[in-house]
């Protein structure tokens, strides 16, 4: 059994249409999304289901064949099948008092979305608002730590003055005279098979069912309106490049009580001159001297935390690369970081005066073949 739709939107069984409408207009006014932007999450919950409840039952009240079927029968859909197991829509004058629309609609509904009476309620269904998608660019050290942003967007918003109708006062929005309100036209013509009846979307209203005689002046009818906003944005530390936050309710507002669309921040972190992330490390290279490669030191390395010591062995390699725990990226989704890796490049003299050629030359020449076993072990190959 459906819900008693009259007392939903508290009007008496004798409701005219023009009732049924004003009624519809306070409630929905009254239960409109849009005002509940600053309640509680279970206020907001909460109108929502109400404002689903009004709109349906204005849906079936408004729908001359939908209040006729639902006072007989206690459902708008009314009976599926006779008694006999025949269908009740056929009437016995001999002419088709069934909805041709509606049958094809019937037929074609598994086929992306139909024709016939749907048409009207579609026109009248919420629709979600379009998202705002931007770009904002951040330092290194932005994406590793975060911070604070503010992006500024022009998007739409339900006209604060009528409420989204795009009527200048509620004695503005009238029930379309061609449809009676019912969203919907009904064609009559003969044929070989009697009488048959279109039902199509009226041309008038587009299927809302009524109509606005005076528009609004802040909007101009539109029920929209177009502001600049500017929005802060939390950027979470350790977000990467290419990644995206998205708030919900930030974009341009929905139709007939559909949700805002979201504000979808691309992000893009610009390069660092020292160092390159991989993942939730951080890589970095460190020229060093030859001397220093062979006799060993201790390399201060700048990171995000701070300078930190790195101790080179002596005989180290060039690409030699050290680990330093903790220095890296927080990670997203837990509260460690990750590394930083040290790769040392060991950096050979450009020019050297001849002072300095006797003296590697004597150095070099004091040097064993074992001293060298990369050297040894290509040596040993060419043979």
């Known amino acids: 059994m459906a819900k008693n739709y009259y007392e939903i939107l508290g009007v008496q069984k004798t409701a005219t249409a023009d009732e049924l409408k004003s009624a519809y207009r306070k409630l929905a006014m009254k239960y409109h999304p849009d005002r509940y932007a600053t309640a509680s999450e279970a206020e907001k919950k909460e109108a929502e289901e109400k404002f689903k409840e009004i709109n349906h039952a204005y849906d079936v009240l408004s729908d001359d064949q939908k209040r006729a079927a639902y006072d007989r029968f206690g459902d708008e859909n009314g009976p599926q099948m006779g008694a006999g197991g025949g269908f009740d829509g056929f009437?016995?004058?001999?002419?088709?008092?069934?909805?041709?629309?509606?049958?094809?609609?019937?037929?074609?509904?598994?086929?992306g979305g139909g024709m016939g009476r749907s048409s009207s309620a579609r026109a009248n269904a919420p629709v979600r608002g379009r998202d705002i998608n931007v770009n904002l660019t951040i330092t290194f050290e932005e994406a590793v730590f975060g911070a604070q942003k503010t992006v500024s967007v022009k998007r739409s918003e339900t006209c604060s003055s009528c409420y989204g109708t795009g009527a200048k006062d509620g004695s503005s929005v009238k029930t379309c005279s061609q449809c009676k309100g019912t969203g919907r036209v009904t064609y009559t013509q003969s044929t070989l098979l009697g009488q048959m009846s279109t039902s199509t979307v009226c041309p008038t209203c587009k299927g809302k069912g009524t109509v606005v005689t005076e528009k609004c002046t802040a909007c101009s009818g539109r029920g929209t309106v177009e502001k600049q906003r500017d929005i802060k944005v939390n950027i979470p530390a350790g977000i990467d490049n290419d990644q995206r936050i998205t708030y919900r309710g930030e974009g341009?507002?929905?139709?007939?009580?559909?949700?805002?669309?979201?504000?979808?921040?691309?992000i893009t972190v610009k390069p660092h001159k020292l160092y390159k992330r991989v993942g939730d490390d951080i890589n970095i290279e460190v020229p060093i001297s030859f001397a220093d490669a062979a006799l060993g030191c201790t390399l201060t390395v700048p990171s995000l935390y701070g300078n930190k010591e790195v101790k080179v062995p002596d005989g180290t390699q060039s690409g030699t690369v050290f680990r330093v725990k903790n220095c890296g990226v927080k990670k997203l989704r837990a509260n460690d970081n990750g590394d930083m890796f040290v790769k040392v490049i060991v950096e050979v003299p450009r020019s050297v005066t001849r002072e300095q050629k006797d003296m590697l030359k004597r150095f070099g020449d004091s040097f064993e073949a074992r001293q060298y076993p990369l050297k040894r072990a290509y040596e040993d190959k060419l043979k």
């Open 252 to 266: 341009n507002c929905g139709s007939n009580g559909g949700e805002k669309g979201s504000l979808v921040v691309g």
């Open 91 to 111: 009437s016995s004058a001999g002419g088709f008092g069934f909805d041709v629309d509606d049958l094809f609609s019937n037929l074609f509904s598994g086929f």
